[in-house]
């Protein structure tokens, strides 16, 4: 996942501007007594902003997030995407292949079975267990299959190069973390002034 850094700083400014423009809008409409907002620049305005700073980039989104560039830089460092066909990929591929057929017989057992572990306790997969860990189950099958070819191939033949492999995608896609940071701050700052 290339990410370019020019149009992701376009965007960061953008939504910072738009952070600050928002910032004086609210100030100016409480202000003027407008019914239904509320000030970024009043003292619950700034505790608001403070206060649950933490509490807004703690989501799910991020989590996925962060889930997504491991497995995304997993497929790309350990060469599965970029495979020669070599006798020794094919192998490898193979026993990546199986590795993955495997995991996901154990996610159906745990999914579709009667009273399985995954189900919500009416039974049904939506909402479930299963359903609020779709991201990280996809992410983990796509790591475990991505992986055990690094390893199997000879690409990874080190445990700090199955860490290098792991944090690939995190250091190619940083510039996310910080749009993340920037987009969820406004939007909540949009509910904040005008929730």
């Known amino acids: 996942m290339k990410i370019d850094r020019r149009l992701a700083a376009w965007l960061g400014c ?19 007594m407008t019914e239904g907002v509320r000030s970024l620049l009043s003292s619950e305005g700034i505790r608001w902003f403070f206060g649950s700073f933490v509490g807004i980039m703690a989501s799910p989104l991020l989590v996925w997030l962060l889930l997504s560039l491991i497995a995304w ?15 020794r990929e094919k192998v490898a591929l193979r026993s990546a292949l199986l590795l993955l057929i495997l995991y996901v017989a154990v996610i159906l057992l ?19 267990a299963f359903s609020r860990s779709l991201v990280p189950i996809i992410a ?12 199997m191939s000879g690409r990874i033949n080190s445990l700090s190069a199955v860490l290098e492999t792991l944090s690939f995608g995190i250091s190619k896609g940083a510039e996310l973390f910080v749009l993340y940071i920037l987009i969820m701050q406004f939007y909540e700052s949009l509910w904040f002034v005008f929730g």
Do not use: C
Request: proline letters at 3%.
């Open 110 to 128: 745990l999914t579709v079975t009667p009273n399985a572990f995954l189900l919500s306790i009416t039974g049904s997969l939506f909402p479930s």
């Open 140 to 151: 983990f099958g796509i790591v475990l299959m991505s992986i055990s070819f690094g390893v």
């Open 14 to 32: 953008v939504l910072l501007l738009a952070e600050l423009i928002l910032i004086l809008v609210s100030w100016l409409l409480s202000a003027t």
């Open 73 to 87: 830089g997993s497929l790309q460092k350990s060469g599965l995407l970029a495979m020669q066909q070599s006798y």
